[in-house]
């Protein structure tokens, strides 16, 4: 017999209430693992509004996990360009070459859990919605809701904590297969809807009002606890947009670390002066022929955040054998990560000036 719980009192109006009120998102008109998993992959680190595009042109680009798996690396870091966390493009690939290899997708956890990219959460996403599995899938979302209804003032940054609360939601999933593949769901949409994480939580129209514990003795609002996170490493770095003959230098990042084998413009350590950026250019062995723009920017990734500053250079030489200068078109081409984009603007109008000038 299970002890009644305000977590074990959920999964029934939690149902209908996802039942009447969910919203429609393509991933959700869909039992096909492969589109399943593509959606659990984009969601990852990413709001559903920022991927609703993404997805459509990315289904449609490659339909099955066969032509995602023969896709060239050039046109799929295009269609992801933009959604960052690239290394899930790239392990999206890995794994259809693994899915196409083997001949079916895997149906359960544990080989949903081998595929590269495929962690605890993402591997019981797809098993219970694409599989009707009874695995609970834990994301932020479900640990706010979890902690408030049932006033739990554990730390969720700990593991620990996400492990127990995995368990107790593991313990009061449905039987029916055809709950189990929208319960998952149904305490996420809760969380990203109603009891929402910045603001006060929406109890009023909460499925689980009558018995959730945070609600009654007033502790939502202070819940989940969350400890400190420690500070992101900041690093200074000096871009050089460099300019010749209508054309850009571009060059790949190394295959491992932060935006592997990305595209990106040539920079180094450090905030230079235009003295230093002058000297930079010329161990190149580039000359300097015009200083054309400063440009400062900032970009935040999960542990680590640039602070950059930028020079648009007209210049003479052709620099060391890894730079591929890039005409307008060219540039499009490529998937410039978006950590760039201010000097991916300044370059792409700057080509196009020349473009449009000389025809
Ligand atoms: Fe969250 Fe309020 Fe619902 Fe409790 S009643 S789960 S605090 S929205």
Redesign the pocket.
């Known amino acids: 017999m299970t002890t009644k719980t305000p977590l074990s009192d959920l999964p029934e109006p939690l149902l209908d209430w996802y039942r009447a009120n969910a919203r429609d998102l393509p991933w959700r008109r869909t039992r096909d693992p492969y589109r399943i998993w593509v959606s659990e992959i984009m969601l990852q680190q990413t709001r559903v509004a920022a991927v609703l595009g993404y997805y459509t042109r990315f289904l449609e680009a490659f339909p099955s996990v066969e032509a995602l798996a023969a896709a060239p690396e050039q046109q799929l870091m295009k269609l992801w360009e933009g959604l960052g966390y690239y290394s899930r493009a790239r392990n999206l690939q890995k794994a259809a070459g693994l899915v196409a290899e083997r001949g079916s997708f895997p149906d359960t956890y544990a080989e949903l859990l081998s595929l590269p990219g495929v962690g605890d959460y993402t591997a019981s996403a797809i098993a219970s919605a694409a599989f009707g599995r009874r695995e609970a899938a834990v994301d932020g979302n479900v640990l706010r809701?979890v902690t408030?209804?049932t006033d739990c003032h554990d730390d969720i940054a700990d593991p620990k904590t996400k492990k127990a609360i995995r368990a107790q939601v593991q313990a009061v999933m449905p039987e029916a297969a055809e709950d189990i593949r929208i319960f998952n769901q149904a305490t996420m949409e809760?969380g990203a809807t109603?009891?929402v994480p910045n603001g006060p939580?929406?109890?009023e129209v909460?499925p689980?009002?009558g018995f959730?514990l945070?609600?009654l003795r007033g502790t939502?609002p202070v819940l989940p606890v969350k400890a400190a996170k420690k500070a992101r490493r900041v690093e200074e770095r000096t871009v050089l947009v460099l300019l010749r003959q209508g054309r850009t230098a571009l060059r790949r990042r190394p295959g491992r670390g932060l935006l592997a084998g990305l595209w990106e413009f040539p920079n180094v350590d450090g905030a230079l002066d235009e003295d230093a950026a002058a000297a930079a250019a010329a161990a190149w062995g580039l000359t300097v022929k015009a200083w054309r723009n400063k440009l400062t920017a900032k970009h935040i990734f999960t542990h680590v955040e640039w602070h950059m500053t930028g020079y648009t250079l007209e210049v003479e030489g052709d620099g060391p054998a890894d730079f591929f200068w890039a005409d307008a078109a060219a540039l499009r081409e490529r998937a410039v990560p978006s950590a760039f984009a201010r000097y991916y603007a300044e370059a792409v109008t700057e080509l196009e000036d020349v473009w449009n000038e000389s025809n």
């Open positions: 809701v408030r209804l809760l109603v009891c939580p929406k109890c909460c689980a009002a959730c945070g609600r939502a």
